[in-house]
Structure formats: structure tokens, C-alpha cells
């Protein structure tokens, strides 16, 4: 998993708290995703993003959650106002070119909600 | 809906046995790919697989893809330890969509 970098790899906030998870893609890589994993689950996608656009949100919840790929920085998951069923672990990928391409994972950020 | 469905959820097998994994789908995929995910870290691609009926090697794992582009299997020969993780299959469909499957998730006991 050398190369995506996501940080912090925990993170603990109070319901109603902001949660901000920061990913950095692989050198060269344009194409973001974003997905959530529940304890012995799949992934779910959540979000796709190329450098400051939103390709495709149609996993993300309308409501409190937001992504964003700058031209410069990492990409942010933002989730505003947590709740306790937020609580899971966030997975960032990337690649080089779209969907069809191989993604290459960070470690997650598991995210815990008291 | 689960568009990729995996079985079995779990399992737990001895060292040395063989064992095949299953993607399932009503759809077609223009692409398919297997992941392991270890406990506390990231999946990491193992194969991808393009062409119907394609079959995919790679040391005691053995990758096919379904003729009609609809299904997968992953087959390891003498499981070891090390190959206990999270299985997760995942494919691009006809519309430019990705989905992850549902995960089939292996202990192998020494």
C-alpha cells in the first residue's frame, strides 16, 4: 500500500463533531475514491473525484458529508455533525486514469465516534 | 442491491487444504478484479481479469472469469497462514460504474 498516504490512521470525535480525513494519492495519480468499510465487510464506494472535480458522488450520503481534490493538497472527506453510525473505517484509492484502472489503497482511517 | 455477491462469507479451513472463492452478478462486467485486504490495512490488487473465460495464475492462486463476463472464482491450492485476509472482488460494469463485492473473508489454521 506504499504510495496513498491517509491520515490521521484514527480518529475519535463526539457526535455533532466535524471529521476531516486527508488522503494523499500516489505520485502521478489525478483520480481519487473514496470508500467506507464496516468490520468484516466490502467497501462501499462513496466518492470519485479527478484534481478539483467531482466525477461521480452517488455513494456519498446528501447530507453532512463532502469531498474535495484540490489543485494543490490532498484530498478531504469531511463529515459535518457526526453521528454515531459514521463510525467505521474510510478508504482512500487512487490511479492514474478512470474506473477501469487498477486502484491502489491507503491504510484507512478508522474513524470512531463516542 | 448488492450487484457483486460473494460466498462464502467466511471460512476457515486447514493448512494445506484447497479452497474456491465465488463472485456473482446478474450483470456484465467489462473488468473484474480480486483484492486481499489484511486486518488494519488497505486492499491490495491481485489480479484483473478483461476477457470472458480468461483464467489467471499467479503461484497457488488461480483467477477465472465467467464466459458471459457475469462471474469469477479465485482458487488457492495448499493454503498457507499467510493467506488469511479479506477477499474482495471488484468490477467496472457496462455503464462505467465500480462496485466492490460483498467480501469473503479466509482463516487458514496451521
Known amino acids: 500500500n506504499a504510495g496513498v498516504m491517509q491520515n490521521p490512521r484514527h480518529l475519535v470525535r463526539r457526535r455533532g463533531q466535524e471529521a476531516r480525513l486527508r488522503c494523499s494519492p500516489m505520485k502521478g495519480h489525478s483520480h481519487v475514491y473514496w470508500y467506507r468499510q464496516l468490520p468484516e465487510e466490502g467497501l462501499k464506494f462513496m466518492v470519485y473525484l479527478q484534481k478539483e472535480n467531482i466525477i461521480d458522488e452517488s455513494g456519498m450520503p446528501k447530507e453532512r458529508f463532502s469531498a474535495e481534490f484540490p489543485k494543490e493538497g490532498p484530498s478531504i472527506l469531511r463529515i459535518q455533525q457526526v453521528v454515531r453510525g459514521d463510525s467505521a473505517a474510510y478508504f482512500c484509492?487512487?490511479?492514474?486514469?478512470?474506473?477501469?484502472?487498477?486502484?491502489?489503497f491507503g491504510d484507512g482511517t478508522r474513524l470512531s465516534i463516542l | 442491491t448488492q450487484l457483486l455477491e460473494q460466498s462464502p462469507q467466511f471460512l476457515s479451513i486447514q493448512e494445506g487444504e484447497n479452497l474456491t472463492v465465488y463472485c456473482n452478478s446478474s450483470s456484465v462486467f467489462s473488468s473484474l478484479q480480486w483484492y486481499r485486504q489484511e486486518p488494519g490495512e488497505g486492499p491490495v490488487l491481485l489480479v484483473t481479469v478483461v476477457t470472458g473465460g480468461e483464467v489467471k495464475k499467479l503461484k497457488r492462486l488461480t483467477f477465472q472469469f465467467g464466459d458471459a463476463r457475469k462471474d469469477s472464482s479465485l482458487h488457492i491450492t495448499a493454503a498457507q497462514p499467510g493467506d488469511t485476509g479479506l477477499y474482495l472482488c471488484?468490477?467496472?460494469?457496462?455503464?462505467?460504474?465500480?462496485?466492490f463485492g460483498t467480501g469473503t473473508s479466509l482463516t487458514v489454521i496451521p
Open positions: 471488484a468490477g467496472e460494469d457496462t455503464g462505467n460504474q465500480f462496485y
Open positions: 484509492a487512487s490511479s492514474p486514469d478512470g474506473w477501469a484502472q487498477p486502484q491502489h
